[in-house]
Structures are given as C-alpha cells and as structure tokens.
C-alpha cells in the first residue's frame, strides 16, 4: 500500500524555469492539496482539489498551476520559477473533506538557484 | 491572518516528563487537529477533536479544546526520545471552504 507519493524528491532548478513537482495517491481520496512549508511561515496552502477536474486557490496561489485530469494525481507547476518558491512542498489528501484529517507525502525539496 | 499560534515555539524536556503544547485561534473553528512532523519528513494525523467536544485521548496522547477561549491544547505523557518532532496544530474555519489552516508548530525534544 504506497499511499501517497511525490517526485522527485529533491529538485534544483534555475530562475524561469518551469518545474513541475508531481502527486499520486493510491486511495482514491476525492480531495487532494498542495502546501509549501518555509521557515517563520508554517505550512500554506497553495491549491487544492475537491475532485477531479475541480481545483480552487488556497492562500499563495500566484505562480503556480495545478490540474486534476485524473483522481490519483495532482501535479503542481511552477511556470516560471523565482527564488522565492524555494521551499519544501508537500501533498496531502483527504477522504472526507477538505477541513477533515488530511495524509501528507514525503514532501519535495525545491531549490531555485 | 487567520493562522492559529502555536506556544512554546519550541520546548525540550528529559524522557518520561510530560509535554504540553498550547495553540491558539482567532475564529470559530469545526474542528481543530493535532499533527507531528518527525524532521526531514510529512506531517502525520495525531488527533482530530470537534467544536463540541472538550477533550480526546488516544494512547499517551491527550488533547483539549476550549471554544470560549479559543485555545487547545496537546499533552504527551511519559514521552519518550521518539517523541522528538515538530508538533502542529491546525483548525478548520467554520463554513469556509473547510480548509485547514496550520500553526507554525513547537519543535519538541524529548533528551534520553
């Protein structure tokens, strides 16, 4: 039971960049959410998906991309990448609900030289 | 900001004390959780305790929640060196979206 996934899990990638940083959940878990954890700011919420197909704005949505074509997987693109989305990101995922117990990945580490 | 206040940022204790973390939040909330992240490494559900419950245990952990003050908290008893981690709280804004909304965590070190 792999549960739920992220890759890779250290990145480096350079300013202007497009990165896309993916999420697999094995559960079949409806909502699934990305957040990225940097010091002094705790974990905040970037996107997050009530289902396939439907995806809203969390707290710092500017830069990112997400999509949903398929419940399992929810990638999270960076279009142009800037230093200050160096950061750790993690992916979680609920069965329930959205404010309900959520399961988190491993994370990503994302340097953006 | 509607992020909740975690206290103390960070607290180090001898194996088989107690812990106990307080967090703090501005607005009416559905339910408030409990997490732990071991460094390095995602966050794990400890706990989930709602609006209309006071207090909830499971195993060495205790969690209580007072609506009125807004306020919970988490104790750990007898921890044990493995208890050492991040320790998050995170609440649910009552009737929007229902989303989580996370402290910025106590950095827990419990010394052998």
């Known amino acids: 039971d792999a549960g739920i996934t992220q890759s890779p899990r250290y990145k480096i990638t350079e300013t202007g960049r497009q990165v896309t940083l993916m999420c697999h959940q094995t559960?079949?878990?409806?909502?699934m959410f990305w957040y990225r954890q940097d010091l002094g700011h705790g974990l905040r919420l970037i996107y997050y998906?009530?289902?396939?197909?439907?995806?809203d704005k969390g707290e710092v949505p500017d830069g990112y991309v997400v999509s949903r074509s398929k419940t399992e997987n929810f990638p999270l693109t960076l279009e142009s990448a800037t230093r200050s989305q160096t950061s750790v990101y993690f992916c979680?995922?609920?069965?329930?609900?959205?404010?309900?117990?959520?399961?988190f990945g491993p994370g990503t580490r994302l340097l953006v030289l | 900001s509607q992020q909740g206040e975690e206290d103390p940022q960070a607290l180090s204790i001898q194996e088989g004390e107690n812990a106990t973390m307080n967090c703090s939040y501005k607005?009416?909330?559905?339910?408030l959780q409990w997490y732990r992240q071991n460094s390095g490494r995602g966050l794990v559900h400890l706990i989930l305790?709602?609006?209309?419950?006071r207090e909830k245990h499971s195993g060495r952990l205790r969690v209580t929640l007072d609506t009125s003050k807004k306020s919970s908290s988490l104790l750990i008893t007898a921890s044990r060196a493995a208890d050492t981690a991040s320790y998050f709280c995170?609440?649910?804004?009552?009737?929007?979206?229902?989303?989580?909304?996370f402290g910025q965590g106590t950095e827990l070190s419990v010394k052998p």
């Open positions: 979680a995922s609920s069965e329930t609900g959205a404010g309900e117990t959520q399961y």
């Open positions: 559960w079949s878990h409806s909502y």
């Open positions: 998906s009530a289902a396939a197909d439907i995806t």
């Open positions: 607005t009416s909330i559905n339910n």
């Open positions: 305790i709602r609006s209309n419950e």
């Open positions: 995170a609440h649910m804004i009552y009737n929007q979206g229902g989303k989580l909304i």
